[in-house]
């Protein structure tokens, strides 16, 4: 009878300790898993992509053409790279999230390019059109100055607005240089600039040979 107690003493002890090494070994593999998701590395790699993305973007202008959609770009980027230095001083990282926001940085970067492309040729398209308009009034104008009255007053008139007109055809020929140039938006300025003049010119003109006619 003894002897059966204790056989079955050291069943039961050799049971625990299985159970013992198999929880230790539970144990042990959890702490990997603990250790493995803990030591996840600085997605590097994409934060550099995304980076070279969003200057890819500021090559194109579109800082100077679709400025609020750029701006969100770098502000995203930002936002990440806050992230990352957040997620680097804990002590259990995860960049997962950081990683789906890279993501969006990169699928957003082509959208804004075609929108700063297709911006700066709205820009090119409407200054040459200003440039026309221009060409068109300063055209009016040399005939409007054959009709002008010429008189002692009206003579030195215009002589002013001659050397007027000559500062806005320098003006034209600058606006072409710049949109050869790529320079739309600048061009875009000038060529505003330019037309006012023009048109000021049409108008002091047109009154004053209207007056003679009275």
Do not use: W
Request: a neutral charge.
């Amino acid at each position: 009878m003894k002897i059966n107690i204790l056989i079955h003493f050291l069943h039961l002890f050799n049971f625990y300790q299985n159970m013992k090494k198999q929880v230790l070994l539970v144990v042990a593999v959890l702490a990997m898993v603990v250790l493995t998701t803990s030591c996840q590395k600085v997605p590097q790699e994409q934060i550099d992509a995304a980076k070279a993305a969003v200057e890819s973007v500021k090559a194109v202008q579109a800082d100077l053409y679709v400025p609020a959609e750029y701006a969100a770009l770098q502000d995203s980027l930002q936002a990440v790279l806050a992230a990352v230095e957040i997620q680097k001083s804990k002590t259990f990282k995860n960049f997962d999230a950081v990683k789906l926001q890279l993501e969006g940085i990169m699928a957003t970067v082509p959208q804004v390019t075609a929108n700063a492309a297709a911006a700066k040729e709205q820009v090119r398209i409407a200054t040459e059109g200003e440039v026309v308009a221009i060409n068109t009034i300063l055209e009016e104008n040399r005939v409007l100055i054959t009709k002008a009255p010429k008189g002692k007053e009206g003579a030195a008139v215009l002589e002013e607005i001659k050397n007027e007109m000559t500062l806005i055809e320098t003006a034209v020929a600058e606006v072409n240089q710049m949109l050869a140039n790529g320079d739309f938006l600048g061009a875009q300025v000038k060529a505003k600039a330019a037309k006012e003049s023009a048109m000021s010119i049409n108008t002091e003109l047109t009154e004053a040979i209207a007056k003679v006619k009275r």
